[in-house]
């Protein structure tokens, strides 16, 4: 049951901007469920990865071959030039991740922490919401956007923040239009998704760790799936419910764990 809650929770809340660690956290501080473990975290990210990749399949393989493209020394097709946005974007997460996700895990999963960056971040995704521009295209993000949605994405690495939340955040307060940031933040997840398990998985071959894999099996196709229908509704409704919605969502969160938890 455990597994099941958290992978629900995790997929529903990964691609959503309301943050997955955050709800990773809290959920079992609300049921006196013991902490699930890293293991469990990169089962269900990596679910979550597999829903992006299903889900943005003709996006990541134009991505692939522009980055073919990229490597054959042209940068002038739009894939391109969206493949090699994406690597920048991708560098200062990596980097921030390397350097401090150690810290970070042992000295931010507190309730006092979500309740403060569930709640600022949510004021700030609500005033890029309705100030930004919504004038530009993914077509139209250049490598400038791109290395300062990434540096919005390191961010994402303290619980409560919102990776999702964040760089959609970040980009629409850039100009970009509602779907179009979705969609570069969502692309934009992959590839720190995709480092941050293997950076996880390497700590725990590491280290020796047993690994049941049928529960973990269990927790990424469960996270994978649920995503996918998240993915599904955020990028189809998005437009028309704007992220408001999500910001006072946030809100709320913040001000329940401050009464209950902290």
Same mark, same amino acid.
């Given at each position: &049951?455990?597994?099941?809650?958290?992978?629900?929770?995790?997929? /529903?809340?990964?691609? /959503? $901007?309301?943050?997955?660690? %955050?709800?990773?956290?809290? +959920? $079992?501080?609300?049921?006196?469920?013991?902490?699930?473990?890293?293991?469990?975290?990169?089962?269900?990210?990596?679910?979550?990865?597999?829903?992006?990749?299903?889900?943005?399949?003709?996006?990541?393989?134009?991505?692939?071959? %522009?980055?073919?493209? +990229?490597?054959?020394?042209? *940068?002038?097709?739009? =894939?391109? =030039? /969206?493949?090699?946005?994406?690597?920048?974007?991708?560098?200062? @997460?990596?980097?921030?991740?390397?350097?401090?996700?150690?810290?970070?895990?042992?000295?931010?999963?507190? $309730?006092?922490? *979500?309740?403060?960056?569930?709640?600022?971040?949510?004021?700030? &995704?609500?005033?890029?919401d309705r100030l930004g521009r919504r004038t530009r295209a993914m077509a139209d993000v250049t490598l400038k956007d791109a290395l300062l949605i990434g540096m919005a994405q390191a961010l994402a690495l303290v619980p409560g923040t919102s990776r999702s939340g964040v760089t959609i955040t970040a980009a629409m307060a850039l100009g970009l239009e509602r779907h179009d940031a979705a969609r570069f933040s969502f692309l934009l997840s992959a590839p720190v998704i995709l480092l941050a398990c293997?950076?996880?998985?390497?700590?725990?071959?590491?280290?020796?760790? @047993?690994?049941?894999?049928?529960?973990?099996?269990?927790?990424?196709?469960?996270? %994978?799936?649920?995503?996918?229908?998240?993915?599904?509704?955020? &990028? =189809?409704?998005?437009?028309?419910?704007?992220?408001? $919605?999500?910001?006072?969502? =946030?809100?709320?969160?913040?001000?329940?764990?401050? +009464?209950?938890? +902290?």
């Amino acid at each position: &049951m455990h597994i099941i809650v958290l992978a629900v929770v995790q997929g /529903l809340t990964e691609f /959503l $901007p309301i943050s997955s660690s %955050g709800h990773l956290i809290l +959920v $079992p501080s609300f049921f006196g469920w013991a902490d699930q473990g890293l293991i469990f975290d990169v089962a269900v990210h990596f679910g979550t990865l597999g829903a992006v990749c299903v889900y943005f399949r003709r996006d990541i393989a134009g991505l692939l071959y %522009g980055a073919r493209r +990229v490597l054959g020394g042209d *940068v002038s097709s739009p =894939r391109a =030039r /969206l493949a090699l946005a994406l690597l920048i974007g991708t560098l200062p @997460a990596a980097v921030a991740g390397l350097l401090f996700a150690g810290w970070i895990e042992e000295n931010l999963r507190q $309730p006092e922490v *979500v309740v403060l960056t569930l709640s600022s971040f949510g004021i700030l &995704m609500a005033l890029a919401d309705r100030l930004g521009r919504r004038t530009r295209a993914m077509a139209d993000v250049t490598l400038k956007d791109a290395l300062l949605i990434g540096m919005a994405q390191a961010l994402a690495l303290v619980p409560g923040t919102s990776r999702s939340g964040v760089t959609i955040t970040a980009a629409m307060a850039l100009g970009l239009e509602r779907h179009d940031a979705a969609r570069f933040s969502f692309l934009l997840s992959a590839p720190v998704i995709l480092l941050a398990c293997g950076y996880k998985v390497l700590s725990l071959v590491l280290a020796g760790a @047993a690994v049941a894999w049928n529960e973990l099996a269990i927790g990424a196709l469960v996270s %994978g799936i649920v995503a996918y229908l998240s993915i599904e509704f955020f &990028m =189809r409704f998005v437009n028309a419910i704007g992220l408001l $919605p999500f910001a006072l969502y =946030r809100l709320a969160l913040a001000a329940v764990i401050l +009464v209950v938890l +902290v």
